[in-house]
């Protein structure tokens, strides 16, 4: 799920993951949550072309429950990767911690792997969750929602409306 902490201009965004009896929550940036729920629907829309996933609606109340506590951030994203797993027609989600990179393409120039070169694969911080089509069609439901529930756009230029005023560009910087 996606959710926030903090007021309106001033939130940190998260991304929470349940399984295996434990709860793991991940901090992002809010343009990452509106890119993250728009290549899903994306991805949801090109796995029915592809492949002929139901794209079944969410069925019941929409999610609005607040983020599971205690809130202990693991990592900050810097990447997200997705893709759709077709033999088990579910789709994956990857978060890889700010400074991490994927490792190169190339083979190593010798036929062995240095132990700092294992111990940098463990210690990774990273993320990898799988839903199935509903779960990712309700995740994005709620990314929309969490989204919206922010501070509202200025008509004119699209930034963000504060509640003591606003310098709009397309005013020459005059308050309105």
Not at 86 to 111: F, H, M, Q
């Amino acid at each position: 799920m996606a959710g926030t902490v903090g007021a309106p201009g001033d939130r940190t965004f998260f991304l929470q993951a349940r399984g295996g009896g434990r709860v793991i929550s991940v901090a992002l940036e809010k343009v990452q949550v509106a890119l993250l729920a728009e290549k899903l629907d994306e991805l949801l829309l090109e796995a029915h072309r592809r492949f002929g996933v139901e794209l079944t609606e969410v069925i019941g109340p929409a999610d609005n429950e607040p983020l599971e506590t205690p809130l202990d951030e693991e990592f900050r994203v810097g990447t997200l990767g997705l893709a759709f797993d077709v033999d088990t027609a579910t789709v994956v989600i990857e978060a890889i911690a700010v400074g991490d990179e994927e490792p190169e393409a190339e083979l190593p120039s010798t036929d062995e792997e240095t132990e700092d070169d294992e111990e940098a694969d463990v210690d990774r911080d990273r993320l990898r969750v799988r839903l199935t089509p509903q779960e990712t069609r309700a995740f994005i439901d709620r990314a929309k929602r969490v989204l919206a529930s922010g501070r509202p756009a200025c008509p004119l230029c699209g930034q963000p409306l504060d509640p003591k005023g606003h310098l709009c560009p397309r005013h020459n910087g005059y308050h309105r």
